[in-house]
């Protein structure tokens, strides 16, 4: 499994990491998007990042710091709104799900979460995880997504950081279709050389 190895030690910035590097190694040469989770408003209501950016217009790699200053100027509502520090909501959830049909999966989990892990735990990107089976449970909404995700046949897999904000997603291309034209999802495609920035919830 190439994720799962020996320490992995994040650059010396702590954060410039390229979005292959969220995929297991075999799930490296398929296509792949970002998928942004919503930010919650004060209402606890789920807010698209499309409702203020563009996300089409802009590379993989985009922080939402930067690309909604001077929309924060014109539209001040926004600073109001919150991560949802990897938590889904019910479109994203059931979007998905639909993505991974009867496909089965492994997951990472950090250990900092305060679940108990059976196993020793793995290091990815400097951090210790515990894998398990990915069950329905963890892709329903109200629940924090595992951080990692990989299917053994190289058909689907994500990672992201902790307190995600959004995933990159490598998935074969009818899935990275289903994902990418999906109106319940924001998304774009993902090149290699794109980095994911930290996430909004850090």
Same mark, same amino acid.
């Given at each position: 499994?190439?994720? +799962?190895?020996?320490? /992995?030690?994040?650059?010396?910035?702590?954060?410039?990491?390229?979005?292959?590097?969220? +995929?297991?190694?075999?799930?490296?040469?398929?296509?792949?998007?970002?998928?942004?989770?919503?930010?919650? $408003?004060?209402?606890?209501? !789920?807010?698209?990042?499309? *409702? @203020?950016? $563009?996300?089409?217009?802009?590379?993989?790699?985009?922080?939402?710091?930067?690309?909604?200053? =001077?929309?924060? =100027?014109?539209?001040?509502?926004?600073?109001?709104?919150?991560?949802?520090?990897?938590?889904?909501?019910?479109?994203?959830?059931?979007?998905?799900?639909?993505?991974?049909?009867?496909?089965?999966?492994?997951?990472?989990?950090?250990?900092? @979460?305060?679940? +108990?892990?059976?196993?020793?735990?793995?290091?990815?990107? #400097?951090?210790? @995880?515990?894998?398990?089976?990915?069950?329905?449970?963890? +892709?329903?909404?109200? *629940?924090?997504?595992?951080?990692?995700?990989?299917?053994?046949?190289?058909?689907?897999?994500?990672? #992201? %950081?902790?307190?995600?904000?959004?995933?990159?997603?490598?998935?074969?291309?009818?899935?990275? %279709? =289903?994902?990418?034209?999906?109106?319940?999802?924001?998304? /774009?495609?993902?090149?290699?050389?794109?980095?994911?920035? #930290? !996430?909004?919830? $850090?």
């Amino acid at each position: 499994m190439g994720m +799962v190895e020996t320490a /992995v030690d994040l650059d010396e910035s702590g954060w410039q990491r390229l979005a292959p590097d969220f +995929v297991p190694a075999s799930h490296r040469g398929l296509p792949m998007l970002r998928l942004y989770l919503p930010f919650i $408003d004060r209402d606890g209501k !789920s807010v698209r990042w499309s *409702r @203020y950016v $563009d996300v089409e217009n802009h590379p993989a790699s985009l922080n939402w710091f930067e690309a909604t200053q =001077q929309v924060a =100027q014109e539209q001040p509502e926004i600073r109001d709104l919150v991560s949802c520090m990897g938590e889904l909501d019910e479109s994203t959830a059931e979007a998905l799900r639909d993505a991974i049909g009867d496909m089965a999966m492994r997951c990472l989990r950090w250990v900092g @979460y305060g679940e +108990v892990p059976i196993d020793s735990p793995v290091r990815v990107h #400097g951090q210790d @995880y515990f894998a398990a089976d990915l069950s329905p449970a963890d +892709v329903e909404a109200g *629940r924090r997504v595992p951080e990692f995700a990989w299917d053994v046949e190289t058909r689907l897999a994500w990672g #992201g %950081r902790l307190y995600p904000d959004s995933l990159i997603v490598a998935a074969e291309p009818p899935i990275f %279709r =289903q994902l990418r034209n999906d109106p319940r999802l924001d998304s /774009v495609t993902a090149r290699a050389e794109d980095a994911l920035p #930290g !996430s909004v919830g $850090d």
